[in-house]
């Protein structure tokens, strides 16, 4: 804690313009991994706290992208849950609960404004305001305000500076409920299988879709 709080104020400290050069730079870099990024597989450890909830839920899994808007979300037990996009259709499988919900894909992530980056859908310069939020030797940790208000919140990454990858993402909405997401053991531009993001449900799962829908 005490070495947050020094790089906190060590960034306090800094001037206003070299402080917006930095912010230009982090932005670039990471737009630039972002565009030269065709395909993206890696480990994620997720926390969720909300003021709804007794207390934090935490996941585990893995995560697979390819662009332009492909991913798959395997999550391991005890809370199994698949959530994969074909490239149009979203679907999230909870197969304990023998049900699954499908929602077109650009209609689905309208609603969840934050995670479209990640995902391969937007533009950090055009979809967000971003900030500096501090800068640390080896770390950027940036603040992402959606442009379009739908009341969904912001997303803070923590990139590495050395190349620009993510080493967490923090989601918060206005609800008070934030989700925290660590990546690792990362690997870009590898082969994937087309059935991998291809779902069809199985027998005896029920297809729920949203009601907006």
């Known amino acids: 804690m005490r070495r947050f709080l020094v790089c906190l104020a060590a960034a306090a400290a800094l001037p206003v313009p070299a402080f917006a050069d930095e912010l230009a730079e982090a932005l670039r870099m990471l737009q630039q991994r972002y ?29 697979n992208f390819e662009k332009p808007n492909r991913m798959r979300w395997d999550y391991a037990p005890p809370e199994r849950q698949t959530i994969l996009s074909d490239g149009d ?4 499988y909870q197969p304990d609960e023998k049900q699954v919900l499908k929602a077109p894909l650009r209609e689905a992530f309208q609603a969840t404004t934050p995670v479209t980056f ?3 859908l937007g533009h950090v310069d055009r979809d967000f305001t971003p900030t500096l939020e501090s ?10 305000v959606p442009r379009e208000e739908r009341g969904v919140g912001t997303l803070v990454l923590v990139v590495r500076k050395g ?14 409920t934030t989700t925290r997401l660590a990546l690792s053991d990362e690997k870009r531009n590898v082969s994937l299988g087309a059935d991998l993001f291809h779902f069809t449900p199985p027998p005896g799962v029920d297809v729920v879709r949203p009601p907006a829908y």
Not at 163 to 176: F, K, Q, V, W
Request: charged letters at 25%; a negative charge.
């Open 35 to 63: 565009e030269s990024t065709r395909t993206l597989v890696a480990k994620f450890s997720q926390e969720v706290e909300s003021p709804t909830l007794a207390g934090k839920l935490t996941s585990s899994g893995t995560l």
């Open 89 to 92: 259709t979203l679907w999230i």
């Open 118 to 120: 990640l995902g391969g």
């Open 135 to 144: 800068s640390a030797d080896d770390r950027w940790v940036l603040k992402l």
């Open 163 to 176: 190349d620009a990858s993510i080493e967490e993402a923090r989601i918060s909405d206005p609800l008070g």
